[in-house]
């Protein structure tokens, strides 16, 4: 009895280390895998059945062990017994009679015998053990059999009897007690719980992705948040090292496969944006393509530009800048802005592409008079006449780029305004920083204040300015639209990022100077040292 009581004490004793020991840790994402089935329920209980069985046979043997010694050992003290009365018989009648009477009031006292002489099995002897053994077996019968490591288990089961030590889902917060359980991201989950952010489905697969600390299926986590080529519309693949490779402008935030830079992939010559597949853009004769976005203020001809050159006229006026002389102001194809800056022998040029030009040259240029027909994705009847220039100032023409938005084509025209101005007031061999960044900042505060009148419908210029320029309305537009809007914030982030020396370094260190001074403080010491102040 005390060897079928420690079996069943012992299944209590070392359940804590165990289920310790047989816990499955699931690891992140690659390294994370699932473990065979868990031992059933059916195979536990057998093994439960037979131990108890077992214990329950060998006490009975025991039992019937004591209870067979006994009976000899009471047989032969009969034996020995009788022959000691038949030798005392003859001799002391009396006495033997005597002792016999004694003998049997002691009987009761002690173990009662039968008239055979063996001994009596009192029934009250063993009740308390029957009871022991009978209490032990219901007691393992209402307990759970003791928990197994199979080292293929995921879930090992703890024990409902294992009182103050339990785990608790990290999910919905409840008891994990009986059945299987998941230990994974510094917690333990039900397997129900432990669900993909994304579409809320359990997680069973073998591996699992994370982002900001959230599971994730691994379909999922590459839907929501593998990059997308805004080109193609593909997924972007991963290049030669495993990781993900891609491009993207610094404005716009497109992102794009490398690949499309080198394919063909048509990119709009005036917000740099790389063009969508199967979408509508329009194809220049020069080689340049616009997308349509930018085709709806693009300003196609000499005439429809006159009313954007006056605006930049008034601008300069504004600051108390006005140029007197009129500067003849030509758009022009970029085979006739080559040409015209191959002749020009004063100067500084935007490398790779120049879109605007000061002459101070007699020569003649060929200027678009008429504003081309557009269809199917591509310009007709381009009409150009020549315009001979004449001397009469240090200036002879103001050349634009046609086909630009009106925002870019302004800002074109207010740089070589600026240009034109510095020569008409004697600021001679300026250095190609000083000259060109002096030029960039007007461009910018003139971007500035188209910006701030779409905004609020009142042209502003910059703080630097001596006076504030007038309000006109738009030459193209009554009201900005809010691409327009963005594309102005465009070109001002093309004049700050620019990583020239004399464009991009003369514009921040000018536009430092004028923001500090002010523009006529800056300019009469550039006139006087031919470099900003510092």
Same mark, same amino acid.
């Not at 197994?148 to 024990?159: A, D, I, K």
């Not at 039900?190 to 579409?199: M, V």
């Not at 220039?389 to 046609?402: D, G, K, P, S, W």
């Not at 990022?497 to 001074?517: I, M, P, Q, W």
């Given at each position: ?6 079996? +069943?004490?012992? *299944? ?24 065979? =089935? ?107 059999? =003791? ?79 593998? =990059? ?25 935030? $497109? ?36 997308? +349509? ?13 006159? @009313? ?28 006739? +802005? ?48 020549? *315009? ?16 630009? @938005? ?25 250095? @190609? ?34 006076? @504030? ?24 982030? $093309? ?40």
């Amino acid at each position: 009895m005390g060897w079928l009581t420690k079996i +069943l004490k012992g *299944y209590g004793l070392g359940s804590d280390h165990r289920v310790t020991e047989g816990r499955y840790d699931e690891r992140y994402e690659n390294d994370g895998s699932w473990g065979d =089935p868990p031992t059933t329920s059916d195979e536990l209980l057998d093994f439960d059945n037979e131990e108890i069985d077992r214990a329950i046979a060998l006490s009975l043997a025991e039992e019937d062990e004591r209870n067979v010694s006994s009976l000899v050992e009471d047989d032969t003290k009969s034996v020995c017994s009788s022959l000691k009365e038949e030798e005392e018989d003859d001799q002391h009648d009396e006495v033997t009679s005597h002792s016999e009477e004694d003998q049997d009031d002691e009987i009761p006292s002690h173990s009662e015998e039968d008239h055979k002489g063996k001994k009596v099995i009192d029934d009250n002897s063993y009740l308390e053990e029957d009871e022991e053994l009978a209490k032990a077996i219901q007691l393992s019968l209402n307990m759970d059999s =003791p928990p197994r490591n199979t080292y293929g288990s995921l879930f090992p089961r703890l024990p409902h009897f294992f009182q103050g030590v339990y785990r608790t889902c990290a999910g919905c917060n409840g008891r994990i007690g009986h059945g299987r359980f998941l230990s994974c991201m510094g917690g333990v989950w039900h397997p129900e719980c432990f669900r993909c952010h994304a579409c809320n489905l359990p997680i069973s697969d073998y591996e699992f992705s994370m982002s900001e600390n959230r599971p994730f299926h691994k379909s999922c986590y590459k839907e929501h948040h593998h =990059p997308k080529c805004d080109v193609c519309k593909n997924f972007i693949p991963t290049n030669r090292g495993g990781l993900i490779e891609y491009r993207a402008h610094p404005f716009w935030l $497109q992102k794009y496969c490398p690949a499309h830079e080198h394919d063909g992939t048509p990119r709009c010559c005036s917000c740099e944006r790389m063009e969508p597949r199967d979408t509508r853009y329009l194809l220049l004769d020069d080689g340049r393509k616009l997308c +349509l976005e930018c085709l709806d203020s693009a300003i196609m001809d000499t005439h429809e530009c006159q @009313p954007l050159y006056l605006e930049i006229q008034d601008f300069y006026e504004g600051l108390n800048m006005k140029i007197e002389q009129q500067v003849p102001m030509l758009l022009v194809e970029r085979q006739a +802005l080559n040409e015209a800056m191959e002749g020009e022998k004063q100067g500084h040029h935007h490398l790779p592409e120049t879109r605007g030009l000061c002459l101070s040259e007699e020569q003649t240029i060929s200027t678009i008079i008429r504003r081309p027909r557009v269809g199917a994705g591509r310009i007709f009847d381009m009409f150009t006449e020549p *315009y001979k220039l004449v001397r009469r100032c240090e200036v002879t023409a103001i050349l634009v780029l046609y086909s630009l @938005p009106r925002l870019l084509t302004g800002s074109i025209l207010a740089h070589e305004m600026m240009h034109a101005w510095l020569r008409l007031k004697g600021y001679s061999n300026l250095p @190609p920083d000083v000259e060109e960044g002096i030029c960039q900042v007007l461009a910018h505060m003139w971007l500035d204040s188209e910006i701030m009148a779409g905004a609020s419908g009142t042209a502003v210029a910059s703080s630097s300015s001596s006076a @504030p320029a007038p309000a006109p309305a738009s030459s193209k537009k009554g009201k900005r639209s809010q691409f327009e809007k963005q594309l102005g914030e465009f070109f001002k982030h $093309q004049i700050e990022s620019d990583t020239s020396a004399a464009y991009g370094d003369g514009f921040r260190e000018g536009n430092k100077a004028v923001l500090k001074y002010g523009l006529r403080s800056t300019l009469d010491h550039i006139r006087l040292t031919g470099r900003f102040p510092c």
